[in-house]
């Protein structure tokens, strides 16, 4: 959602920030009414409730972004949640025990040094959770000292009474006061929301400079030989190699081509090192819906996710609508839809809600925003689930609110990460119709998926990635036309015709198209592969036209071979060749 907003994503996050302490004030005084409910006090009595509440809020103004600094530890938002509960639990428990070690043990006095004891407690100051036990013991252990000198005429001799103690400021700096727990905790919340501030302007600049020239600096000077061979960016596929050519010499002006990818190379830098993609180059224009596929493992999500900006590239750049990703991250991430591989939907939220709330994001005016919601709702079925909790959708349901909502709004690129998976077949078509409306509007639609039905239907021009470099780019029907060496025959002979007809009509059929191989034959129904070289359609029809009446065929029809079928081609290239050297008679 933040990155749908481009230069108000500032805005928004001070939002977020005011929500969290809104909900955390809002559990401060839940707490207050249980300590009353409880009669403890000390914390609520005359303008203790205000020392409490004060003490609350800066506990939550120093811990809230401490647990939010730490959770980019964590990928998954699940682990996040459990190990920081337990973090929050354990650092507690375990800081006061440490700290009640270090004042009351005898022995320790002994073997450790003052100022050993001293350096140890003032780092237990950096845990927000240690700063609250301790100025809630101080502010209470000051209030009951005051309230035995002063109602009890022999007073335990435990309690100091003097006057001066009496009368400490219990804000002060001094020992057993809480002063220094509250600065603590005050300078801690300044600190840690500047380091987010900093983690969050300039992660990308680290990351994109280390990645960049440093990782890749380094291994360039020990892997030479693999730079030059495997990263050259040359194709031996001639579509390939003349978009590359177009890509770099492009003229700086027709930079602003929507989605423009500039020797593109991600290098995964484990041990060993991963070439993930391969220089790759790739212009996208206005109208075009453009396919990524490839195998597992290809390097279609690595390139997606440098596309949409959630992975830092090792060399090369990717422009949209002219702004560099690496250089001006913010502008593109306002100029894009994405409907990522997993709904990152707001689950309690109704569908309709959300699609509101994008809506308002995008800039739709007040007066048109439920006209142009429903518009979407519509458009793919989605109305009948509209005002309910989006956790209750089924996965197909969210998979159509996730793609409406990447399809929606003035991005002029859109990223659609196998954007029909759980789909029935109604709303897969509902969702092709809504993809081609979009393009035909004028967007740039990068589609991966590993249904050929879907990029046929969809897809004007596709890539085929194979070990992070691309072996075919072209439309659908271009690679059938050059891939795709045979027709499909499907021929079906009357079931009254004897074995001997059968029989001369595959003698036929293979003198006839030299190199044609059967690829299934059952109940008289047999399937060719007939190579399409020499064989012109006409030709094709031709004889088969002849052969109907002279073997008695009951029907029989000729197919181009299909883009799964060109897609297995790279699957398995020598496999294929072999399988099908080894068919031919
Ligand atoms: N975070 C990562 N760290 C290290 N290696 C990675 C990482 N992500 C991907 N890879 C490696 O990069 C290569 C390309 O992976 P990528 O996920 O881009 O492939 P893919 O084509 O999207 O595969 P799939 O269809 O299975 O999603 C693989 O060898 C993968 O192991």
Redesign the pocket.
């Known amino acids: 959602m933040d990155w749908t907003m481009g230069w108000r994503e500032m805005l928004m996050r001070m939002l977020n920030w005011q929500m969290y302490y809104i909900i955390f004030t809002s559990g401060c005084c839940l707490f207050q009414g249980v300590l009353k409910y409880c009669k403890v006090e000390v914390f609520f009595i005359e303008d203790q409730l205000l020392d409490t509440m004060l003490i609350f809020m800066l506990y939550g103004w120093s811990a809230i972004p401490l647990m939010y600094l730490m959770s980019f530890l964590f990928s998954a938002s699940t682990t996040a949640y459990v190990k920081l509960v337990l973090f929050n639990y354990f650092s507690g428990i375990f800081s006061l025990l440490i700290d009640m070690t270090l004042q009351y043990s005898k022995e320790l006095e002994t073997k450790m040094s003052n100022d050993t004891r001293m350096r140890i407690l003032n780092t237990l100051l950096l845990l927000p959770n240690y700063d609250l036990a301790k100025a809630l013991e101080n502010y209470s252990n000051a209030y009951q000292d005051k309230t035995l000198c002063h109602t009890l005429k022999y007073p335990p001799p435990s309690v100091n009474c003097s006057k001066t103690n009496i009368e400490k400021n219990v804000y002060s700096l001094e020992e057993n006061m809480i002063g220094k727990y509250l600065i603590t905790m005050g300078v801690l919340g300044f600190v840690l929301f500047l380091l987010i501030f900093l983690w969050e302007t300039t992660l990308w600049k680290v990351k994109t400079f280390l990645g960049r020239y440093v990782y890749f600096g380094i291994y360039k000077k020990f892997k030479q030989n693999t730079i030059s061979k495997e990263l050259s960016g040359e194709s031996e596929d001639e579509d390939v190699e003349k978009e590359r050519r177009r890509v770099l010499e492009l003229p700086q002006e027709l930079l602003n081509t929507i989605i423009l990818i500039k020797e593109l190379i991600k290098i995964?830098f484990?041990c060993p090192a991963?070439l993930?993609v391969k220089n790759i180059s790739l212009r996208i224009q206005k109208g075009e819906c453009f396919g990524l596929l490839?195998?597992?493992?290809?390097?279609?999500?690595?390139?997606f996710k440098m596309l949409t900006g959630e992975r830092t590239a090792t060399s090369g750049d990717m422009f949209i609508e002219g702004f560099s990703i690496t250089k001006n991250i913010l502008k593109v991430r306002s100029r894009i839809g994405y409907c990522p591989q997993s709904d990152a939907l707001l689950e309690y939220m109704t569908g309709r809600e959300i699609m509101i709330m994008y809506a308002r994001i995008w800039g739709v005016s007040e007066p048109q925003i439920h006209l142009y919601v429903n518009n979407w709702l519509n458009s793919l079925q989605l109305e009948p689930h509209a005002d309910r909790l989006i956790h209750t959708y089924s996965g197909g349901n969210k998979r159509r609110l996730s793609t409406a909502i990447a399809l929606m709004g003035k991005s002029s690129a859109i990223f659609l990460d196998e954007p029909s998976t759980g789909m029935d077949p109604v709303a897969r078509r509902l969702l092709w119709n809504l993809i081609t409306q979009t393009r035909e509007t004028g967007k740039a639609i990068v589609i991966t998926s590993h249904s050929m039905e879907e990029c046929e239907a969809l897809c004007t021009r596709l890539a085929i990635?194979v070990k992070?470099k691309f072996v075919c780019l072209g439309s659908p029907q271009h690679l059938k036309n050059k891939f795709g060496h045979l027709y499909i025959l499907k021929a079906k002979v009357k079931p009254d015709i004897g074995e001997d007809k059968l029989e001369d009509f595959k003698i036929f059929i293979s003198t006839i198209f030299p190199g044609s191989v059967i690829k299934q034959e059952n109940q008289k129904i047999i399937n060719y592969y007939i190579p399409s070289k020499d064989n012109s359609w006409a030709k094709v029809f031709g004889i088969l036209e002849e052969a109907k009446e002279q073997f008695n065929l009951e029907d029989y029809s000729i197919s181009q071979i299909t883009l799964e079928q060109v897609f297995l081609t790279f699957a398995y290239p020598d496999k294929t060749e072999d399988e099908y050297k080894k068919n031919v008679p």
């Not at 490839?294 to 390139?303: E, I, Y």
């Open positions: 995964y484990k991963i993930a490839g195998f597992n493992g290809a390097g279609k999500t690595s390139t990635m992070g």
